[in-house]
DNA sequence: AGAAAACTTGCACTTTCTGCAAAATTTCCT
DNA sequence: AGGAAATTTTGCAGAAAGTGCAAGTTTTCT
């Protein structure tokens, strides 16, 4: 349904694939994505402006690109285990099969993510997106736990699945030395478990 | 140091405050922030178009305005809470005691919340104020619990909390006869302490 | 091959947002 | 009060985003 291998699909696939690696280039090598404009991007990728903009609403969104390919199959990863595992360790081993570590290069990582930090209308477009993930994994927990819309346990979990993924994220990406991503993000999710609300010891775990 | 009542100060304010309310008037009646230009809220608040943008980056920085004047008082009410009170009853309380129920007509809350949810723009801009809001608290937090940089702790305990708030604020505003939203909010908060991640039985509390 | 469907492109247009410099207003000092 | 100094308002110019439309290309399907 999303990828037959006709010539046109590959050909839009590969197009999207240009752009959104012509954004990163230029982001990088301006100093900042808004040192970068839109024909910039197009000329890099070798299309028209107005080409650019019917693959990307804008160039947040091309540098975005692939942490939200990422975050449509973790909803589908969270979906199918959801059915065989108790929610909480269905999220978790959803996110910890994210592999980002291994889809991607470390220094490129690491680049995004200064991008990221440094330009406000990244900071802003990520932030959209990771709603986005919320909202649509927020179906699948609400049905996982039986509960009803009425009900804001579903969306406290998820809230706190979501917090957990994105601070080992980021947490590993300041310290990649220290433990691999997926340690990481089992203990953060295992610092849920044993209960976030009471102050532990300083025991530095 | 922020508010003398020179003249000049509070005409400053005065502006600022006729300019926020212009966007709202103005996003109800044309059913949406994306119908409203910013030349029309200067117009409405009668002021110049430029001069619109020396108050506010954008009209969705205009209409979030309260809010964010809000999140900047709780910030303090954290840093003087954490001094006296566990973290974590000192979150809970100050976002008790940011009291919107009490400071907003709720059916302007209501409709405001409706703009914000229509419209990718003010949910992108909103997301991005909890952000900050976050960053602010972070430090906040991290000092009051003596983790340093170093340690997830404190992300993931003021993680819980923004979360906690979140969903409560959104919950009593689908649900606002249920239950006042000091207890919608202690509610999420006890959530947390008693554990999200172990599946509860379905007794809808 | 040839019609149909889908994609690309250029163009026009509205809107956002910023810098700059001139005018207007407020404040401050004597 | 009066005038210099500081601050604010405003208009104008300009870069860039983003969208609709229609014409031109390319791919698909039979």
Partial sequence: ????SGLRERKKAATKAALSHATMRLAIEKGGIDAVTAEDIAAEAGVSARTFHNYFPNKEAALLHDFNEITAQTIVA?????REQPLWEALRDACIDMRIDE???????QCKDDLVHSSPSLISHQATQFLEFFNEA???VTEATGRDEHDMYPRLVLGAALIALKVAHEHW???PDEAPLDEVIADAFEQF???VTRPTTTSNN
């Fill in 1 to 4: 349904m999303a990828d037959q």
């Fill in 78 to 82: 969270i979906r199918e285990r959801a």
């Fill in 103 to 109: 889809r991607f290069d470390f220094a490129t990582l």
């Fill in 138 to 140: 927020l179906d699948i």
């Fill in 173 to 175: 990406l300041a310290h």
């Fill in 193 to 195: 478990e044993s209960g």
